[in-house]
């Protein structure tokens, strides 16, 4: 009997022990399930926090506003890119929004008077815009002081990073909840996730762009000396 109890109870460990090495192994893979999640956000992190950290560490923005305006025109032509023919583009549209964010007035009419011709690329309407759109900047530039509008544009870009970054957060943190449902249509929640918070991410870059463009070029600037 001892020896069959002797026995019992080195089965019952074994049984234990390799039962303790399924849940370590188990944990493991959550954690590194949860550690592949935060990766995705530590990567948006990293490249928001470098636009963020360079307006905080008092540097001049003036080439990142460019850049932040260049991308804004870009983003509004590619998207009426799409329609093959600019005669079919929806210029309506695009006046309003380039009125509405740069103080840009354009129609195709116009473009093709200043142009000469009529065949017109897209390029050609993306480097008419950025034209039109530094000369307006510089126009505001020229009625402050330097340092002023220099201190107006990290106010900016800081605010308008911290505004949609935290709704980023947010919707983030929302898509993360309920991804792994997905597992049921056998999709890979990872993959599912990284997918959608890539696509978030750049409609959260694209919103931050525009905010960004209509504050610089909307606000008035004869009130900004606080800044």
């Not at 390029?123 to 815009?129: A, G, K, N, T």
């Not at 530094?134 to 870009?157: D, W």
Request: glycine share 6%; net charge negative; with cysteine.
């Amino acid at each position: 009997a001892g020896i069959r109890d002797a026995q019992e109870s080195r089965g019952l460990g074994d049984v234990y022990k390799r039962q303790q090495q399924k849940v370590e192994v188990r944990n493991f893979g959550v954690r590194k399930h949860l550690l592949e999640y935060d990766d995705v956000m530590n990567q948006q992190r990293q490249v928001v926090y470098d636009i963020r950290n360079q307006a905080l560490s008092g540097k001049n923005m003036r080439d990142t506003v460019a850049q932040i305006v260049e991308d804004y025109i870009v983003d509004e032509i590619e998207e009426q890119s799409e329609t093959e023919s600019l005669a079919d583009w929806d210029w309506d549209s695009l006046r309003q929004n380039l009125s509405s964010h740069l103080l840009v007035d354009i129609s195709h009419q116009k473009l093709i008077e200043d142009a000469g011709r009529e065949d017109i690329s897209s390029d050609d309407v993306i480097d008419w815009v950025s034209h039109e759109a530094e000369s307006v900047y510089k126009v505001r530039e020229s009625l402050v002081p330097e340092e002023v509008i220099r201190g107006f544009e990290r106010f900016v870009i800081l605010r308008t990073i911290d505004e949609k970054w935290k709704d980023h957060l947010y919707a983030m943190d929302q898509l993360r909840e309920g991804i792994n449902l997905r597992a049921y249509g056998q999709k890979n929640p990872l993959l599912e996730y990284k997918s959608e918070g890539f696509g978030m991410f750049k409609e959260m870059m694209l919103d931050m762009n525009a905010v960004t463009v209509q504050r610089m070029f909307r606000t008035q600037l004869q009130g900004c000396l606080l800044y």
